[in-house]
């Protein structure tokens, strides 16, 4: 049926998955929870990309998409916190990657920023639009948005919060939803300051401490789940 559903058998340490000519689709969780495979290598030819297809992958660096691809299915790459890397042949006719960052092919779309290993990073000012999830397994210290127009869809910046700073020029960013997932205990100075379409923030469970300003003209506030 030329679908992935996972991988049988011992996994060394340190392995490089090369899938098999002729498969079209890998399904969704295909690496669920694996051990040992660093990198995938994907085949010409594959068209489909599964939701969470890495979840959980305790190894799993480096993802290589060819030109092949047309539908990489919402939430593909959330939950592997150690990819590092998706690259994208600039072949592909629908995405693209810059520095292991994956886009659609014109860049107006930020799909999924990995646990990249620079600190701090810059959207592009071509961006419009970051997807849902899209830095939940980034580590950085500090990401910059200058692009008045971009749109946060739920979640995207809501998952990782303890990671964002906003620049100043971002205030005009249409953030409706914040939500910090369990296990975060602080969040920043100024992290919202001027963020003025928030709408509903929902906190997790262990939230100790909420920086100076962290939500400062944020008049739209209607909702604050515990």
């Known amino acids: 049926d030329h679908i992935f559903y996972g991988y049988k058998g011992d996994i060394q340490s340190d392995t490089?998955?090369?899938?098999?000519?002729?498969?079209?689709?890998?399904?969704?969780?295909?690496l669920e929870n694996t051990y040992g495979i660093t990198e995938i290598q994907l085949p010409d030819g594959l068209t489909t990309i599964g939701s969470f297809v890495a979840f959980g992958s305790k190894d799993l660096e480096k993802v290589n998409i060819?030109?092949?691809?047309?539908?990489?299915?919402?939430?593909?790459?959330?939950?592997?916190d150690t990819l590092k890397e998706i690259n994208v042949d600039p072949k592909n006719p629908n995405y693209s990657s810059v520095d292991g960052v994956l886009?659609?092919?014109?860049?107006?779309?930020?799909?999924?920023?990995?646990?990249?290993?620079f600190e701090s990073y810059i959207i592009p000012n071509t961006v419009k639009e970051v997807e849902k999830f899209a830095f939940s397994n980034s580590n950085l210290s500090e990401v910059k948005?200058?692009?008045?127009?971009?749109?946060?869809?739920?979640?995207?910046v809501g998952i990782n919060m303890k990671a964002f700073y906003f620049s100043d020029n971002s205030y005009k960013a249409e953030v409706k939803y914040v939500g910090f997932e369990d296990g975060i205990t602080s969040v920043g100075n100024n992290i919202f300051n001027g963020f003025g379409n928030i709408e509903t923030i929902t906190w997790g469970n262990a939230i100790e401490k909420i920086g100076v300003n962290s939500f400062k003209d944020c008049?739209?506030?209607t909702s604050i789940e515990l």
């Open 16 to 30: 490089v998955l090369s899938l098999k000519e002729g498969t079209l689709t890998i399904a969704d969780y295909a």
């Open 66 to 80: 060819p030109a092949s691809v047309t539908d990489i299915s919402e939430f593909a790459f959330v939950g592997c």
């Open 103 to 117: 886009f659609n092919k014109d860049r107006t779309k930020l799909i999924h920023c990995p646990n990249r290993d």
């Open 145 to 156: 948005v200058y692009n008045d127009d971009v749109v946060f869809d739920d979640c995207a």
């Open 219 to 221: 008049n739209k506030i």
